[in-house]
């Protein structure tokens, strides 16, 4: 793991949103109390009004204004139930308007810890000048989704951690040797045939080449003008096939799917699973050196945990850190050693790493992730039979 440690968590189902959320329903429950005891209120009209008690009033009418003014204490006097009434619902009133402050007082604190990176793009708005660049580059093109003759190693097992799933992540995009690899392009769709049904991992690498031009755009479909499409929130070819990969790799539209993806393959699960999971059933998704804050939002009940390296400039490129909410926790990282700058830093090697801390990592947010990626079956638990792994490779190219 190389000295690597957490230097940040953000997030998740122990992360600030979500304790706002609890704080914000214990204020609804206040409310509720108030209007269950104004409506109390109501009994002692009711409850003096009643004939029987009224009928005793001539035989015993000391008694009956004890009574009387017994009720009228209980329920509209000055420590009756429609006072307390007023005061539960100013409580739930007062209760909002502080987690409304401190949730502004957050925002302002974020942005003054911003790093300047994030400040530098967010200055230069990468939605408007990222969709304006992928114009010069004409159309998108279709996608198209071919089978190479490959296997990738550790495909046939079944990964057991979140290195497990970032190193087999690495294997696929091996498969891609630099802007002229014939394999440009592939991705990896593990099926994991358990005792209770199936499952998917589908693993999507990253840019294949940054250095595409309009005039030398060719069917590389990882390429700078995807890039540009995805930061700008359009759609793209390199979706599109992977959606057609996932397709054709017999996914069923209930089967549960994991997107594991770094830099622009997490950018594309990022979309994916925003967008409503593209006709499949995307509960999971792991993202290494991805910028995903142009994604507005994440269905409730998804898991989004996203690993960024602290010298990686590229999950900045949005211009934004990640939200915080109950869906996304992302855990930021420091290691030493590797390849440098800003090609070194974006390296497999650190999220790997970065991956392994995590693992590791007694944070309740990043440690909720792991579990629910254990409960879904997608990394191996060690109890009971073993499941039986098969795999995939598809090759998306972007043709005319």
């Known amino acids: 793991m190389s000295d690597t440690r957490i230097t940040g968590v953000t997030g998740g189902a122990h992360g600030l949103a979500a304790t706002y959320a609890a704080v914000r329903h214990l204020a609804d429950r206040f409310d509720d109390a108030g209007s269950e005891l104004r409506d109390w209120s109501g009994l002692g009209v009711r409850t003096l009004g009643d004939p029987d008690l009224a009928a005793s009033a001539p035989l015993s009418p000391l008694t009956f204004a004890l009574a009387e003014r017994a009720v009228l204490a209980a329920t509209t006097g000055p420590d009756g139930v429609l006072v307390e009434s007023l005061g539960w619902e100013s409580d739930a009133v007062v209760v909002c308007e ?5 949730d502004t007082c957050d925002d302002l604190v974020a942005f003054a810890f ?23 580059y004409g159309g998108d093109g279709q996608p198209g989704v071919r089978h190479p003759a490959v296997e990738v190693p550790g495909s046939g097992e079944q990964p057991s951690d979140l290195a497990g ?85 017999g996914i069923g539209p209930h089967d549960p799917v994991l997107l594991v993806g770094h830099s622009m393959g997490g950018m594309e699960a990022a979309a994916i699973l925003g967008q409503g999971g593209g006709g499949f059933h ?12 142009q994604v507005p939002s994440f269905p409730a ?22 939200p915080d909410t109950v869906q996304q926790a992302t855990v930021t990282f ?4 590797g390849a440098g700058g800003v090609v070194g830093d974006h390296d497999y090697w650190h999220y790997v790493n970065g991956a392994a ?8 947010s990043v440690q909720e992730q792991l579990a629910s990626l254990h409960e879904s079956g997608f990394l191996a638990s060690g109890d009971g ?6 795999s995939q490779v598809f090759q998306i190219v972007r043709a005319p």
Do not use: K
């Open 98 to 102: 502080v987690v409304a402050m401190i």
């Open 357 to 364: 801390a995590a693992d590791a990592s007694a944070d309740p």
């Open 301 to 322: 009940g998804t898991h989004v945990l996203s690993l960024e390296h602290q010298g990686d400039v590229v999950p900045h490129t949005d211009g934004a850190p990640n």
């Open 114 to 136: 911003q790093p300047m990176t994030e400040r530098l793009f967010a200055i230069t708005g990468p939605e408007r000048y990222s969709g304006l660049l992928a114009l010069t």
């Open 282 to 293: 995307v509960t999971h998704i792991v993202t290494a050196g991805s910028p995903t804050a």
């Open 165 to 249: 799933l970032v190193g087999q992540l690495q294997h696929v995009a091996a498969l891609s040797q630099g802007s002229g690899s014939p394999l440009n392009g592939t991705v990896e769709v593990q099926t994991i045939h358990g005792p209770d049904g199936v499952r998917h991992i589908v693993y999507l690498p990253g840019t294949d080449d940054m250095t595409t031009l309009p005039w030398t755009q060719d069917g590389d479909v990882r390429d700078l003008p995807t890039d540009l499409l995805l930061m700008a929130g359009q759609d793209n070819s390199y979706q599109q096939g992977i959606l057609q990969a996932m397709a054709q790799a």
């Open 385 to 390: 039979p073993g499941a039986t792994v098969t």
């Open 334 to 337: 420091a290691d030493h050693g």
